[in-house]
């Protein structure tokens, strides 16, 4: 399809679903709290636009701290796994099963725990983050190729060279893709 043309399918679908939001409010007509009209929405919103505003802000704010300690935080994990075979066989597993856990599932607890607000959206978004950095990580740090380590080993490098000069460089690419999920 034509570069110049691909903007028409996604504005006919939206065209669409417009329409269909207000020929569902008109045909059943129904009441605002069940389903408000596009133009109720909108008037919603301009009203309550510094409410809505200062609440982006700060689940923007509390998602930013979580990532990015999910991310420092992993990263310190993930080297600790690796650096421990007996950690990494006793962690790993748990790090893996806890990965799974549906986070949608804790919400409600953390809310509960900690009310809602700041704290809960920085703790669910280290919940969401955390466990790919250090699974993916550890998998990077740990798949270094063996004759990369024979190279460093021959050179007479120590354990700390070996972790920071070729581990870490080489499971950066992990790392990205743990916080890219």
């Known amino acids: 399809m034509d570069r110049r043309l691909r903007w028409i399918p996604p504005l006919v679908i939206g065209a669409a679903l417009f329409a269909c939001w207000v020929g569902i409010k008109a045909i059943w007509d129904l009441p605002a709290y069940i389903l408000p009209s596009p133009g109720e929405v909108l008037g ?16 923007f704010t509390g998602a930013l701290i979580g990532f990015l300690a999910a991310g420092t935080v992993g990263f310190l994990m993930a080297l600790v796994l690796a ?8 962690l790993h597993p748990w790090i893996i099963f806890l990965q799974m856990i549906p986070v949608i ?77």
Do not use: C
């Open 44 to 59: 919603a919103a301009v009203a309550e636009r510094f409410t809505l505003f200062a609440a982006a802000r700060d689940t």
């Open 105 to 181: 599932i804790l919400v409600p607890i953390f809310v509960l725990w900690f009310g809602p607000g700041l704290v809960s959206v920085i703790l669910i978004t280290f919940m969401i983050s955390f466990f790919p950095v250090v699974a993916n990580t550890t998998q990077g740090l740990i798949s270094v190729r063996e004759n990369h380590l024979d190279l460093f080993r021959m050179g007479g490098a120590g354990p700390l060279q070996e972790m920071f000069l070729l581990r870490v460089p080489a499971s950066l690419p992990y790392f990205f893709t743990g916080l890219k999920i």
């Open 83 to 90: 650096s421990s075979n007996w950690l990494r066989t006793a």
